[in-house]
């Protein structure tokens, strides 16, 4: 074809990048003594910012899971058909440990370096970090019964990616899912019909329907059904020890606005084999630990998603031009910029604190256990709630461009409000630590105690924590305002993190526009005097 025109002004394409070379990310792990895990985690972030890995993303995305309901001879099978991208990400995910390896892991700091590893390599894809993180967080829940956990631990911890039905414990490593919302109840799984008969062979065979199951092609499912004694954990594999299915049928995949890659099913149990996990009766402190671990991997997702958004909108005005110069050296710009890149260090900052305060409460320290416990329902409402404003001003960045498939910004923007979804929306998040409040109030002194370690520090962030204590200590309306309340506490905590840890040009820009008030609704609202051109160069990709 004839030439008519000559292609100048496109940005190169932005691979060839280390997405581990994040200071922010960096300094959490030495600060958690786990600085031996920085050589893998910048291995894993050179394999996150190439152009294969970018490829394996699209393909598992342009191509979502099949159900097969039926074979050719009309036999049922109920099996999920995935594009062998799916499985590639889900084989480097699960052979760098980000799913349960760190519960077998006694060096310093696993979680933590479990949690960077995720950060950085959910950057690549989203949805496969399902059930990576159903696996990582079935562990606790599944230690409440010790045989099985003896059995099924070693090999959820496995580095060993073993897709395919088959018997559990004949294959290399395994899966977990969870299932436990059904129609009528959605976040009120107390309200649960799901039934579950005890057997003589200590078993119980359960019957119900479950509106959401998560990874429904996992090995096994942490599943909640009502016992005599009341609600009540089980434990269901897809095949049993016999070699047989269980009598799990799935019914239909959802059709999501997002995270497309990851199949979720509407699935039936009709009598299928449950093992209980915990005692009956109580199914939801049982599995609430399973939710606390996947909470924090929201928090985490989020956090990745914004720096993904950051990055590519920072690569972006760096090669663009408009106007006569560069869209990096446009002021108002630059002012876009640095605030996406304020957001994003915040979220990284609290992020990796709250998987750095779970390997400290893992290890005996009850201080850690109360910050832990109120600050990641703090940290799931604001940081979730905030991903789909951010993913929507990077995508923005990129004009028309960001708009188009090729980008990889619609997906970002699809996938943003997931998290804040997932394991309880805003409202549930934020009565949830309202209930942390009531139920343990020590755990609001322990709250207040890491943030006044950062005190006469910055006026702005005193003058923001004197005011969260009067909110604390007001009684009026206090459900009703909870919102606020979490959403002062989420900013308090991310200042006092950003002031003790951070960039002193990151810390200054929050405190001046998220807690001092000099800043607008919309992302580009930061005050002047502050250093931009220093923020913004912490989210310039690096190459690899």
Not at 123 to 144: D, F, K, N, W
Not at 507 to 534: E, K, M, N, Q, Y
Request: with cysteine; net charge negative.
């Amino acid at each position: 074809m004839t030439a008519t025109h000559e292609v100048t002004n496109q940005v190169p394409l932005p691979y060839g990048h280390d997405t581990a070379a994040d200071e922010t990310l960096l300094d959490a792990l030495r600060q958690a003594d786990a600085d031996w895990a920085e050589p893998e985690l910048r291995e894993l972030g050179r394999l996150a910012g190439s152009e294969q890995a970018a490829e394996w993303g699209r393909l598992a995305n342009e191509h979502p899971p099949v159900l097969r309901t039926h074979d050719r001879f009309g036999h049922r099978i109920d099996e999920v058909e995935f594009h062998p991208a799916w499985h590639e990400l889900m084989r480097t995910a699960v052979s760098y440990g980000l799913h349960a390896a760190p519960w077998r892991d006694g060096r310093p700091g696993a979680h933590t370096a479990r949690a960077a590893k995720f950060f950085v390599w959910g950057q690549v894809e989203a949805g496969h970090t399902c059930p990576i993180s159903m696996t990582y967080a079935a562990v606790p829940a599944l230690r409440h019964n010790p045989s099985l956990a003896a059995e099924l631990e070693p090999l959820l911890a496995a580095p060993e990616y073993d897709f395919g039905l088959r018997e559990p414990r004949t294959k290399r490593g395994l899966i977990a899912g969870m299932s436990m919302t059904e129609k009528q109840g959605g976040s009120d799984v107390r309200t649960n019909t799901t039934t579950a008969t005890p057997q003589p062979d200590g078993t119980y065979r359960l019957t119900g329907h479950k509106w959401f199951t998560s990874a429904p092609m996992s090995d096994l499912f942490l599943t909640l059904a009502q016992a005599p004694g009341g609600l009540s954990c089980f434990v269901l594999p897809r095949i049993l020890p016999d070699g047989g299915r269980n009598r799990l049928q799935l019914m239909r995949l959802k059709d999501k606005l997002g995270n497309k890659s990851n199949a979720s099913a509407e699935l039936e149990y009709d009598g299928a084999v449950g093992w209980l996990v915990g005692e009956e009766g109580r199914g939801v402190p049982t599995i609430i630990e399973m939710v606390n671990m996947t909470r924090l991997d929201c928090t985490i997702g989020a956090a990745s998603g914004m720096r993904y958004g950051a990055t590519r909108a920072v690569h972006h005005a760096l090669h663009r031009r408009a106007f006569g110069k560069a869209l990096v050296d446009q002021p108002l710009m630059r002012n876009v910029l640095a605030d996406l890149v304020v957001e994003s260090e915040a979220a990284t900052a609290v992020a990796m604190r709250l998987a750095r305060s779970t390997d400290l409460a893992l290890a005996g320290d009850g201080n850690e256990a109360l910050v832990r416990r109120l600050g990641l329902a703090v940290a799931k409402y604001w940081v979730c709630k905030r991903g789909p404003a951010h993913a929507a001003e990077a995508l923005e960045c990129l004009g028309g461009n960001g708009y188009v498939e090729e980008s990889g910004m619609p997906r970002l923007y699809r996938e943003a409000p997931l998290v804040s979804i997932w394991e309880g929306s805003g409202n549930v998040a934020a009565l949830d630590a309202l209930r942390a409040m009531a139920r343990s109030p020590e755990s609001v002194e322990a709250f207040l105690g890491e943030l006044d370690a950062a005190a006469g520090a910055d006026r702005r962030l005193d003058a923001a924590v004197a005011d969260l204590r009067k909110q604390l200590g007001d009684p009026a309306d206090l459900e009703y305002r909870t919102r606020r309340l979490v959403e002062s506490m989420a900013l308090a905590f991310q200042g006092s993190l950003l002031v003790r840890h951070g960039d002193a040009a990151v810390a200054d820009a929050f405190c001046a526009s998220r807690l001092g008030g000099d800043h607008g609704a919309a992302f580009g609202t930061l005050p002047s005097g502050v250093d931009g051109a220093a923020i913004i160069d912490r989210a310039r990709p690096v190459p690899a």
